[in-house]
């Protein structure tokens, strides 16, 4: 049985250390202690959720809820925990020390184990309907009571969802191998297992109970696969130079689209991987209406306007992204989905199978309809690709993705089995999609304005932390800027993100790392003031030059932001150009 406090100790001894390596045997550790029985619930913990996200399980409970339940459980008053909180600016350690303090004199505490303390997490989310607060706070408080003041720094900020032990996915996967085997040799069985079904806690289990089953594990129904991710290049000749002869298909500018089918049931999941099934009634007819039996394909959907025969804006068609007026959006913004990959059909796994395979699939399982298969042809040469480029263009679509044909599903890898070639935003070379981390206010004639630029950063994926790029302080509309006033004041931090390497002066307002937004820009240079791939020796970031913003990607979660090594590769690619 795993007891809590050996999970707080642990967490506590993770927060002092930056290194995936020493971190990788301290959570392996703790694995070791860990049973089958209990390993998924410990592993969503140090993601800081309690399920996968397409699960929709909310803790439900902000910053009030967890003041008055410290004030309950330490017997001060909210305010008096408000007063300790303003000062240490974390809830998490005001809890830690009221607590202590009253723990002192406390005769026992029962001892918690990680079952437990999931379960009681669990029944707090479950919680809702009328009286729900109170039961949420009574909940919070019975957890903290039975806690030691250690445990309840982390139960506080778990359920703040600020636990942010600086572990990523990697790591959870490495520490996993390195208990059982005693190093990272079951890294890639496991890692293909999690890219194909996005569930740690499944995966974790799964493997504690039989390796074996880890070795050959097959993407299932109503288990999202992490999405394929495209690289990019920016010529048709360098296209055609990494792919030759390659399947080009025409790039859709909407909303990607995952479709899962068994039987009578059918879910659909968005890019980050949450259920979208109730916003999208008119897919879900047309899904249940297909012949296969179980099925699991990728599209991207677009609101048509069947009157004009155009496509509507991205902008426009992310207003499906609703949860009321659903009846409503349908009919101003009906959908068609394109249909680019098919992943599982009738049993058959088909993420192994090269990619000219699954598409025969895809064009005998999509004719004409709303669910149609994306227009694709068979290219040759860079003249074929160059011509297919601009008919997209020409059509109002985003440009090309050009595809390998012998390439498997690369579930959520950036591999070269697609390449992304987008038009470009005036004279802007390309579009990096940025993580906003701070804000600046309005200045001059704009100064009203309680919004004037953001600050954003791109994720290292090697040392998972976020490195500033650019700072966007002009081109918003007055609409813009109203509307990232009232965003982003709701996310607004006292510190800097926990992960965020900056040099920069800090802007007006830090924010919590929550949005995406797409960025053109005419250059990437080397610049002093970000830190962008700035490693010891190298002197200088990379920066944008003249960032101006394109729209915010609500589509996309921070761990889907551009990568450094892919500013990197973007700042080779334009010297090789020049
Ligand atoms: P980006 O978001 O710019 O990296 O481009 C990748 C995205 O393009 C994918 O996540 C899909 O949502 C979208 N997309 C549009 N058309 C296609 C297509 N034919 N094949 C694959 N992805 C596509």
Redesign the pocket.
């Known amino acids: 049985m795993l007891i809590f406090g050996d999970v707080a100790r642990t967490f506590q001894e993770l927060e002092s250390k930056s290194g995936r390596l020493e971190m990788t045997d301290i959570l392996a550790e703790l694995f070791k202690k860990t049973t089958a029985g209990e390993i998924d619930k410990l592993a969503y913990l140090i993601q800081g959720q309690l399920a996968p996200p397409y699960e929709g399980i909310d803790l439900g409970v902000g910053e009030r809820f967890v003041v008055e339940a410290i004030a309950h459980s330490a017997g001060y008053s909210p305010e008096q925990v408000d007063r300790h909180y303003k000062k240490s600016g974390d809830l998490g350690a005001t809890a830690e020390e009221l607590l202590s303090k009253k723990k002192q004199q406390a005769l026992s505490v029962r001892e918690m184990d990680i079952a437990y303390v999931y379960n009681a997490f669990m029944k707090i989310a479950r919680s809702g309907g009328p009286g729900s607060q109170e039961l949420k706070i009574k909940l919070l408080t019975e957890l903290l009571n039975n806690a030691s003041a250690l445990e309840a720094r982390f139960i506080v900020r778990f359920a703040l969802g600020r636990l942010r032990l600086g572990v990523g996915d990697p790591t959870i996967l490495d520490a996993l191998s390195v208990a059982t085997v005693g190093d990272k040799s079951m890294r890639e069985p496991l890692d293909r297992a999690y890219n194909v079904c996005s569930d740690i806690g499944y995966v974790a289990k799964t493997y504690l109970e039989s390796p074996e089953k880890i070795k050959g594990f097959r993407v299932q129904p109503f288990k999202p696969l992490m999405?394929a991710?495209?690289e990019?290049l920016s010529t048709p000749k360098e296209i055609m130079g990494k792919l030759g002869k390659c399947g080009v298909?025409?790039?859709?500018?909407?909303?990607?689209l995952q479709c899962h089918k068994k039987a009578n049931k059918v879910e659909l999941y968005s890019?980050k991987l949450e259920r979208m099934t109730l916003m999208l009634p008119e897919v879900v007819r047309e899904v249940e209406g297909l012949k296969a039996k179980e099925l699991i394909f990728?599209g991207?959907a677009l609101a048509y306007d069947a009157k004009h025969k155009r496509y509507f804006s991205f902008q426009e068609t992310m207003h499906r992204k609703r949860k009321h007026g659903i009846k409503e959006a349908q009919k101003e913004l009906p959908l068609n989905v394109?249909c680019?990959?098919i992943l599982y059909l009738d049993g058959r796994d088909m993420t192994n199978e090269p990619y000219a395979e699954r598409r025969r699939a895809l064009e005998t399982l999509f004719p004409k309809g709303i669910l149609r298969a994306?227009e694709?042809r068979l290219v040759e040469n860079t003249a074929e690709l160059e011509k297919l480029f601009q008919e997209s263009i020409t059509s109002g679509l985003?440009g090309i993705?050009a595809?390998d044909l012998n390439a498997p599903y690369t579930a959520g890898k950036r591999k070269f089995a697609?390449i992304?070639l987008?038009k470009s935003y005036g004279k802007a070379v390309d579009?990096v999609?940025g993580v906003i981390v701070g804000y600046y206010l309005g200045k001059g004639s704009r100064a009203e304005f309680e919004f004037g630029g953001l600050l954003i950063a791109v994720r290292n994926e090697d040392t998972g932390k976020l490195e500033t790029v650019a700072k966007i302080g002009s081109g918003f509309s007055e609409d813009e800027m109203v509307s990232f006033e009232k965003m982003l004041d709701k996310i607004k931090a006292k510190e800097p993100p926990e992960d965020l390497v900056y040099l920069i002066e800090a802007p007006d307002f830090w924010v919590e790392p929550k949005y995406v937004v797409e960025v053109a820009f005419d250059e990437i240079t080397k610049s002093p003031t970000h830190t962008c791939g700035l490693r010891e020796g190298n002197g200088k970031g990379y920066a944008l030059r003249f960032p101006r913003l394109v729209q915010v990607r609500k589509d996309?979660a921070v761990k889907d932001a551009t990568t450094t090594s892919e500013v990197e590769e973007m700042f080779g690619l334009q010297h090789s150009r020049s």
């Open positions: 999405p991710l495209a990019r298909e025409m790039k859709y500018d909407g909303f990607r890019r990728e991207e394109f680019f990959d994306s694709c985003e993705m595809k697609w992304k987008k579009t999609d996309k």
